[in-house]
């Protein structure tokens, strides 16, 4: 089967090419497991992460990607609740061990034996891949591959953002970055918190329009003054400046939830502007994301399946899935995600 392979850590330089297009042997269903034949699969940050080495995979080859749409090929021994044919989503959760304290409180998200798509195990950026069948998704009848895709990272870890704000319908809420998971949240927040008014802040005008087209109250750059304090913001980016700049417009008690895996190094630096008097005192607090579950992504696509909730998507051929991510890297290089067809 063609697969994108990430032989080693790439640091960015142009021109960028950190993945390999390869024949590789072919997976088989393990007794419990699904066999899927990818259809699409979205391009995400994380991914760009493994690739220049922020997040670390714990072996190389790896094919990475976690936004996955697809056909189930063959099952494995033991498969009741899927048949051959079958259309399915693998999210950022590929396992979890379904007995610790984590998992037995509805947060296999933190599960010490939590294993990632596309970074512990083979992704999504290749013709075959398995899954658990406990942890594939059914995907919504009438929504399309390209639609469903971006829902099952970018979408679910942008829910699983808003329920962690505390946000009361009502209370302002602002979106510092505005790429794949952002132009989600201002949808899904709008469909939550329908009276609530969404503050974004971004570097590119671009996104600053798509954000206004979407029915942002108010843009601005990240550290323009919102025109007023703000009860929670979810922060998206890559840079640790929003963090600083994100506490300082807070409401007392405000929180500021933190949607990333890996921050980059080179601006830490702005950490050192942090003061406590002034930007984190009166009770403000940082709330940070760590993945997903499996009721975030099926309540993700519940939601959608539900509303008129659309992800805008740029679709790619697997071949250019290196110029993918490169785009991933710009600011206000394509409105929305990126969607990688596999097969047709």
Known sequence: MLAQILDRVVPFASPWKPLRLADVPAPSASPGELL???DVCAVCRTDLDIAEGRLVPPRYP?????QVIGRVAALGDRVKQFREGDRVGIAWIHSACGMC??????RENLCPQFQ?????VPGGYAELMTVPASFAHA???DMSDLAAAPLLCAGAIGWRSLRLTNLHDGEPLGLTGFGASGHLVLQLAQRRFPRSPVFVFARAESERAFATSLGATWTGDTSDPPPEPLAAIIDTTPAW?????G???LRPGGRLVVNAIRKELRD??????????RDLWLEREIKSVANVTRADVRETLDAVAESEIKATVEELPLSRANDALEKQRAPGGIRGSRVLRVSS
């Open 241 to 245: 400046k929003p963090i600083v700049s």
């Open 247 to 249: 506490l300082r417009v």
């Open 116 to 120: 990632s798509t596309g970074c512990d």
């Open 139 to 141: 995907i919504p009848r």
């Open 101 to 106: 304290q984590w998992c037995l409180s509805g």
């Open 36 to 38: 899927v034949r990818v």
């Open 268 to 277: 830490q630096s702005e950490l050192l502007s942090l003061d406590y008097g």
């Open 62 to 66: 790896v094919v990475p990607g976690h």
